[in-house]
């Protein structure tokens, strides 16, 4: 008898089949659940924990040690500022500071006025800066530069120099105009001791306005007032006021030495120091002798830096 053959699984219709495995594991996902929370908490922590080193605000005060003599930036903007500490001043000898409020980025600067009234400098002067020192010296360029009067001059541009350690840019300054007068608050004229272009001091005086006449009173006779309008139209016929010659101004001369150096915080702050000279002129002076008003008042480079140097001590102390 024949044996009967045998028939294989595949033809009888079974398939091998894999059981299909989920992504990720029910002890996987609790893993995975722990692990994002875990990082969310530590977000969270981190940005409640993180101190910047920005200042605290009360009342519009900034909150720090010795607020009087800080030099503090602003970072931020008006509406939402950031306040860093980036340094401090203190006293200098045989000069007294004053120090004043500031807008913008800057919260305060100090100006050092020389006690000796003989002294060749009107002051020193110290403010914080907001950006690098290389920015803040190519931005005081292109200011002075702009603003430069028609007898003024910026200078050998922007310099280097390392002094005690310190890397500075620096940059001289030169302008010579006529005073700017201002109105004071009791409604007198004060000229100030900045000077202003040429040019605009130069400008053509306008004539001045022509009072009206007085109306005569009312006369019965005619011939009064004939006369009256007779004389009116005289005075409309006379010149509304004599050409008068400008009178002859001084000139105001100021030298500056501006030098940017890096904070102590960080380099992305600078500490601007100035030395300013200044001097009135006789009125009247030609360019010959305003050239030699101004060989006598302003210093040489050498002696701008040694007042720069006088100054550092006020603001890195073992300088």
């Known amino acids: ?22 992504f990720l594991t029910k002890k996987e996902i609790i893993y995975l659940v722990i692990i994002v929370a875990a990082i969310a908490l530590a977000l969270i922590l981190g940005s409640l924990l993180y101190d910047d080193g920005s200042l605290d605000v009360v009342d519009g005060v900034v909150q720090t040690e010795n607020l ?56 020193l002067y110290v403010a914080p ?13 292109i200011s002075s530069m702009s603003s430069t009067m028609v007898l003024g001059s910026a200078g050998e541009g922007i310099q280097e120099i390392d002094i005690d350690g310190r890397h500075f840019y620096y940059l001289i300054t030169q302008r010579e105009g006529h005073p700017v007068a201002e109105t004071t608050e009791d409604g007198s004229t004060d000229a100030t001791a900045s000077a202003a272009p040429v040019a605009d001091a130069t ?72 030395v300013r000279v200044s001097g009135e002129s006789e009125a009247g002076l030609d360019e010959e002798g305003l050239a030699a008003f101004t060989e006598d008042l302003y210093l040489s480079e050498e002696e701008l830096l040694d007042y720069l140097r006088q100054l550092l001590p006020a603001v890195f102390p073992e300088a």
């Open 203 to 274: 400008a053509e005086i306008e004539p001045e306005a022509t009072q009206d006449a007085t109306a005569a009173p009312e006369i019965a006779s005619t011939e009064t007032t004939a006369e009256t309008e007779g004389a009116d139209a005289t005075a409309e016929e006379e010149p509304a006021d004599a050409t008068e010659e400008e009178p002859a101004e001084p000139y105001v001369c100021e030298q500056t030495l501006t030098a940017f150096t890096s904070s102590d915080l960080n380099d992305d702050y600078s500490i601007l120091l100035r």
């Open 68 to 123: 009087d003599s800080s030099l503090i930036v602003n970072a931020g903007s008006k509406d939402e500022p950031k306040y860093f500490k980036i340094g401090e001043v203190g006293e200098l000898e045989g000069y007294t500071r004053e120090r004043t409020d500031s807008l913008g980025t800057t919260y305060a600067s100090f100006y050092y006025y020389p006690e000796d009234e003989a002294s060749d400098v009107e002051y």
């Open 129 to 141: 800066g907001a950006k690098t020192p290389v920015s803040m010296a190519q931005t005081s360029y």
């Open 1 to 22: 008898m024949a044996k009967k053959a045998k028939t294989s699984a595949r033809s009888k219709g079974y398939r091998k089949t894999e059981k299909k495995r989920p």
